[in-house]
């Protein structure tokens, strides 16, 4: 019991120091106006994973002796697993991101491959899976960093946001099965990371 006090202890003062989202430059006004703006994820092989700093290779190399040493699951179980992280990671973290960022955003929506004035990037730069044993849990945490550009001249950058450690949690809507696999939590932490940075965002166009 002590053990497992400890556990939710020490997750809980994580949560609380790693929701940071920082204006490294520019302002948000350039959004005031606008109605619609472009949305595009980045996720390419420059992505690390967990501490260790995996690549995306090692993690899934790492993930397959996982779930194939386990005498419970099967080759099955692995390609199961291997088709959804990629349904996740080319679909759903945008989704969720989407999701998110649009939560109370009233005067402006963002949408994924529309022409619109402005794109906002979403570059992933790290990514923490979490992990799950029954009823205690470990977020997923994901850092990346949030662009806004001028969609005819990506040099001009309207704002840039570090968004380090942003874990997926707080959302009630999303339903517990999402917690339970590594893609799952990952999508939760886009969608929170969304909801953050339409909270700062707001602050200034309101």
């Given at each position: 019991?002590?053990?497992?006090?400890?556990?939710?202890?020490?997750?809980?003062?994580t949560i609380a120091y790693s929701q940071?989202?920082?204006?490294?430059?520019?302002?948000?006004?350039?959004?005031?106006?606008?109605?619609?703006?472009?949305?595009?994820?980045?996720?390419?092989?420059?992505?690390?994973?967990?501490?260790?700093?995996?690549?995306?290779?090692?993690?899934?190399?790492?993930?397959?002796?996982?779930?194939?040493?386990?005498?419970?699951?099967?080759?099955?179980?692995?390609?199961?697993?291997?088709?959804?992280?990629?349904?996740?990671?080319?679909?759903?973290?945008?989704?969720?991101?989407?999701?998110?960022?649009?939560?109370?955003?009233?005067?402006?929506?963002?949408?994924?491959?529309?022409?619109?004035?402005?794109?906002?990037?979403?570059?992933?730069?790290?990514?923490?899976?979490?992990?799950?044993?029954?009823?205690?849990?470990?977020?997923?945490?994901?850092?990346?960093?949030?662009?806004?550009?001028?969609?005819?001249?990506?040099?001009?950058?309207?704002?840039?946001?570090d968004s380090s450690g942003i874990e997926?949690?707080?959302?009630?809507?999303?339903?517990?099965?999402?917690?339970?696999?590594?893609?799952?939590?990952?999508?939760?932490?886009?969608?929170?990371?969304?909801r953050l940075l339409w909270k700062q965002?707001?602050?200034?166009?309101?």
């Open positions: 019991m002590k053990k497992l006090f400890l556990m939710l202890f020490v997750g809980f003062a940071k989202m920082k204006l490294i430059s520019g302002d948000f006004s350039s959004l005031k106006d606008q109605t619609e703006v472009n949305v595009q994820l980045v996720f390419d092989k420059n992505v690390i994973f967990q501490a260790e700093n995996f690549t995306e290779a090692q993690y899934l190399d790492y993930k397959k002796n996982d779930i194939l040493n386990n005498p419970k699951k099967t080759k099955e179980d692995w390609e199961k697993w291997s088709k959804d992280w990629n349904d996740f990671k080319e679909t759903k973290y945008m989704e969720k991101f989407l999701k998110g960022i649009n939560h109370k955003s009233k005067n402006i929506v963002f949408k994924n491959n529309i022409q619109s004035k402005y794109t906002l990037i979403v570059k992933t730069i790290w990514i923490y899976a979490g992990w799950s044993a029954g009823f205690v849990m470990q977020p997923a945490k994901l850092t990346s960093e949030l662009k806004l550009i001028e969609t005819d001249n990506p040099s001009n950058v309207l704002f840039s946001v997926g949690v707080g959302i009630s809507e999303n339903p517990n099965s999402e917690y339970m696999m590594e893609y799952g939590r990952i999508s939760v932490a886009y969608e929170k990371t969304g965002i707001a602050k200034q166009i309101k």
